[in-house]
C-alpha cells in the first residue's frame, strides 16, 4: 500500500498508523502496530520502526553525536504476553458486539465521523500521523485491564520493580535522538529542548526506581508498651493519568514512573495535540520489559478527553487521577472525582511573577528570564508570566531584554540556530494576539514584536507568534494580560517602587504554582522567598525543576507533589499495623 496507510488489518481498530506522507521527520514510521486487546494503544514501539532506515535521521535535521542503533521490528518481539485477539476484560470494544471479527471501525466512538486522531506538526501546519480515537468503551477496557494486571505487580518486590523501571530509563536513553525528533515533530519545540525533555523524563524513572526501594514505614511505640505498632506503605491500585501538550513525554513519564515504582497501574490520555510521544513512552517500558496491561495509553480527540476524564470519575475501578492541565478543566475534575471519592493530584496553571530587585546583576537576570520565558515557546506552566522590574534600573532592564530577545530566531524547531518554536495551534495564537491588541489598546507600549511571525518561507502555515517585550506600566488595571496566563513568549515589563509592593503584586493572582526573583542581597532573598504564595520559588535561577525536588503549587494551581523523596507518597496507602504483645 501507498506511504502513509495501514499496510493490513488484523481485525477492525487491531492496528494503527503514526504517519503520513507530509511528515518531514518520521518518514518510514509506517508499519502495521497491534493495539491491545484492551484498548490500550501503545504499540510494539513507534521507534524501531524508525530505526529500520538509515535515512530517518537525516532527513530531520538533526546531527547526533551517535547513529541509532539497527533495531527490526523482530528484534522487538510482541509487545503483550497476551494473545492480541483475546477478549476485552469486561468490555468489548464496540460496547456490543461480542464477535470481533464482524465488527466494523467506520465512526468515531467519540461521537464525530473521524475514526482516526490527526496528529499535526504546528511548524507546517501539516499531518504528521494518526491514531484511532478511541471513546468510552476503550477506556472502560483500559481500566479493566490495568485492574487485572495491578495485583501481581503490587505484590512484586521492591528489588523487581526498580530493576524494571532502571531498564526503562536506560532504553529511553538509547532512543534519545530519536524520540527528541518525535516531540520535535508533534510540538514543534526547538530539537535541543526536546533531547533535554528525554533525558528529564528519564531522570524522572531513574528517580522513582531509587525511591521504589525507600518505600519506608514507621515503628510507633504504643504509650502504655502494649503493643507494637508500625507502619507500611501500600499501592493505591489503578492510576488515571492526563497530560498536557507542552511536555508530552515527561509529564507523563514524571506520573507513570511514580505511579509504577510504587505498585499500581496505569491508564492515561496524552493530549489530542501530541499523543505520538505518550504511545512511544508505553512502548519503550513494554520493550523494558514492563508486564502487559499495567502502563495503559488512551488516545483521543478532544471530545474523547472528556469522555475520558467522566468515565474516570466515575469507576470505582480508578484509585486515583493525576491531572495536568488548565484550571477550569482541573476545577471540573475536581467536582466529578467527590462522586467515587477518589484522590486526586492537580497540577494546574501558573501565572508566575519574576521580579529583578534593584541590586540584581542585570545580566544574569536577563539571561534567567530567557530561561524563564521562551522554553517550550513560554507554553510552559511554569513560564515567567508578569515581570516586575525595580523602577532604577527599569530603562536598563528593558533595554537589555530588548536587546537579547532580538537576537533568538523564532522558526522550525529542527533548524539549527532556532530558539523558538510555534505555538501548538492557531487558536493558540489568535488568543494570543487578542489578549496584546487588548493590552495595547489598554495602555501597553510595543517594545518588540507584537504579532504573528511572518517571512518564514515555507512554514507560512505554521503556528509561528513574534517573541514580544511589551511595557506595561501604564495598563489599565482591567487588562487581560494583567490576569491571564499568556502561554507564548510574550514578556510584560512592569516598573515597582517597594518590596511590599511587589510582594503585593506578586501574591495578587489566583494562581500559585511558581515564582522567580533576582537579588543580591541574601537576608532578602530568605525572606522575600517566604513572603511568595507559591510551591516553587527560583532565586537568582531561570530553573527550578528536576526529579530531586518536589514539583507542585498551591492555591488554584492545585496540590499534589510529583518528584523528590515525595514521589511516590501520593501513589500509596499507609496502613498502620498494631499488635498486642498479650
Known sequence: MARGTLLALIRPLKSYEVLSPHCP?????????????????????????CYTSRRFLPTTGISPSTSPPEVTP???GPLFVRDPYEQL?????????????????NSDPCGSQEPYLIVTDPSTGQPIGRTPNLGAPWVRASIAYAAQAQPSWGSASVLARSNLLLRWNAVIEEQKELLAALITAETGKPIPESRQEVMYAASYIRWCAEEARRLNGLTIPSADGSKLQYTVKEPIGVCALITPFNFPLAMLARKAAAALAAGNACTARPSEAAPLSGLAL??????????????NVVPSCR???????????????????????????GRQLYRQCAGTVKRILLELGGNAPFVVFEDANIKDAVLGLLA?????????CVSANRVYVHRSIFGQFAKHVTKLFSEQEVGSGRKHGVSVGPLISNDAVERVESIIYDAVDNGARLLLGG???????????????????MDCCNVAPHARVRHEELFAPVVCLYAFDSEDEVAALCNDTEAGLAAYFYTQNVARAHRFARRLKCGMVGVNTGMISSCEVPFGGCKSSGFGR??????????TNTKVIAISGH
Do not use: W
Not at 471530545?303 to 478543566?329: C, N, P
Not at 524563564?372 to 510552559?380: D, H
Not at 504579532?451 to 517585550?469: M, P, S
Open 562 to 571: 510529583e518528584g523528590s523523596v515525595f514521589a511516590l507518597d501520593d501513589y
Open 282 to 295: 508505553a512502548a519503550s517500558a513494554r520493550e523494558a520489559g514492563l508486564p502487559a496491561g499495567l502502563f
Open 372 to 380: 524563564a520565558k521562551l522554553r517550550c515557546a513560554g507554553q510552559a
Open 25 to 49: 521527520t518520521l518518514p518510514l514510521m509506517k508499519r502495521h502496530l497491534p493495539v491491545a486487546a484492551s484498548g490500550l494503544v501503545a504499540p510494539p514501539t513507534i521507534l524501531p520502526s
Open 74 to 76: 523482530a528484534a522487538i
Open 451 to 469: 504579532g504573528r511571525a511572518k517571512n518564514l518561507g515555507d512554514l507560512q502555515y505554521g503556528h509561528f507568534f513574534e517573541i514580544t517585550v
Open 89 to 105: 476484560p469486561e468490555v468489548e470494544p464496540n460496547g456490543t458486539d461480542t464477535d470481533n471479527s464482524s465488527s466494523t471501525y
Open 303 to 329: 471530545k474523547g478527553g472528556i469522555i475520558f476524564g467522566q468515565e474516570i470519575a466515575a469507576s470505582s475501578s480508578v484509585d486515583l487521577l493525576s491531572f495536568t492541565g488548565s484550571t477550569i478543566v
